[in-house]
């Protein structure tokens, strides 16, 4: 069995990584992958762009390629499973149609009204004076998001008026997130924990992962300006056993029976960014229709199950015959981005330290690098996912630091204080 990863990103590493350790797969090619994937096993870049769907698809005709798996969202979003389809190529992820539930953040909130999904109290507008004069009659903090994809940083908590007003202004009328900025919705404040719950769907069928929670916020302390993610760890402390059974209830299955009744066909990761509040009760702020990043890394290094097996019975609708076994240990992921980043780094700067970090505990994801002669250098905002295992979240992020620190270029940045939050949980109990 040949394999197609597409995407560059440390979630395409760790999938690259994972698959590769079945033995059903021969060959993967990452499409167009990074210089940490075209390190592992089995493993070949190609140079396709992942928008760029018909050399995809000549690709994979070419080579004979028996499933290609998406990784990232713009992809998706545009209709590249359709077309992978039609071609009657097995690819894993959700259709157009459906990943409208990440593609578009009012038809998610529309959605979630429509099946009585937790979630935020929200309005949504295309007229800044109308939502400017919305805002005026809400208590703050208010949530502002852009409509459509902009890269995790479409997300604005405004904790002033003005800052509302400013917010709405760029992305209405200045267009900040160019096309992505459409429209904006505006959702109250929920106050509480996050976490990040994601599953394979096919169709009616659910196979939930391990849990897992990451930060987004780029400072310590969960401050700063909203990323990509900055790190995450799993399993997550906050989703109790209790919890678990109450997120499948109230969110997970309403939404596989909401998307059924709505005549949407759904097989693909499905991922339900949430909000935990004082009382218990989860809210979704996001729906993602992929495994998210930087959680897939240590989700993946806590699976002992195939990966392959899980997609492909997913795509045989055979999902219900499968259960995926977890490292009982701690994973915990720190991501190593450019110093700016989310808005203005560098790039091009060359990467020491690699060497002699990894093995069976510890794995260093690649996201924005490159090769560049015998060097490794950055190539992107956020560089590596180091992850690591532990007989606690607290042990995990002592070996995870360990090796950040021996990593070094100009301006690397990290947030010292992943997992504080689990952290703090294990020394209370």
Not at 422 to 427: D, K, L, N, T
């Amino acid at each position: 069995m040949k394999v197609l990863v597409v995407g560059s990103g440390g979630r395409e590493h760790a999938l690259v990584w994972k698959l590769g350790m079945s033995s059903s797969i021969e060959r993967i090619y990452a499409a167009p992958g990074n210089a940490g994937t075209a390190l592992e096993a089995k493993t070949v870049n190609v140079s396709i762009d992942p928008m760029d769907v018909d050399s995809l698809l000549l690709f994979a005709d070419t080579e004979d390629i028996g499933l290609t798996v998406i990784g990232p969202e713009m992809p998706l979003v545009s209709g590249i499973v359709d077309k992978f389809q039609l071609s009657n190529r097995p690819c894993f992820g959700p259709t157009k149609n459906s990943a409208q539930l990440e593609g578009s953040k009012s038809f998610s909130k529309l959605f979630m009204e429509r099946h009585d999904i937790p979630t935020a109290p929200f309005r949504i507008f295309n007229n800044s004076s109308e939502a400017i004069g919305y805002a005026r009659t809400k208590k703050l903090p208010l949530v502002i998001k852009a409509n459509g994809l902009a890269a995790g940083k479409g997300v604005i908590i405004a904790h002033t008026l003005h800052e509302a007003e400013e917010t709405i202004h760029q992305i209405l009328d200045e267009k900040r997130f160019g096309t992505a900025g459409d429209q904006v919705i505006l959702e109250d404040f929920i106050n509480g924990e996050e976490a990040s719950f994601i599953c394979i769907v096919s169709d009616d069928q659910i196979l939930p992962l391990a849990t897992s929670q990451d930060h987004k916020a780029r400072n310590a302390g969960d401050t700063g300006p909203n990323t990509g993610g900055m790190g995450a760890y799993s399993p997550a402390p906050v989703i109790t056993t209790t919890l678990f059974n109450r997120i499948m209830q109230d969110v997970i299955e309403p939404t596989v029976e909401g998307l059924a009744h709505e005549g949407i066909s759904y097989k693909g990761f499905l991922y339900a960014g949430l909000m935990i509040d004082q009382y218990g009760q989860p809210h979704v702020l996001e729906y993602n229709c992929r495994a998210g990043d930087p959680e897939t890394q240590p989700i993946l290094l806590r699976l002992q199950s195939d990966l392959y097996e899980l997609i492909s019975s997913a795509l045989a609708g055979e999902l219900h015959k499968v259960s995926p076994k977890w490292d009982p240990r701690a994973a915990l992921g720190v991501v190593m981005t450019a110093g700016g980043y989310p808005d203005r780094y560098k790039t091009g700067n060359v990467i020491e330290g690699l060497i002699n970090i990894g093995g069976e505990d510890t794995q260093v994801f690649h996201a924005g690098t490159t090769n560049l002669g015998s060097n490794i250098v950055t190539n992107g905002g956020r560089v590596l996912c180091v992850t690591s295992l532990g007989r606690s979240v607290s042990d995990a992020q002592t070996t995870a630091y360990r090796y950040v620190n021996q990593i070094q270029w100009e301006n690397a940045y990290f947030r010292p204080d992943i997992g504080y939050r689990a952290i703090a949980r294990e020394a209370n109990s």
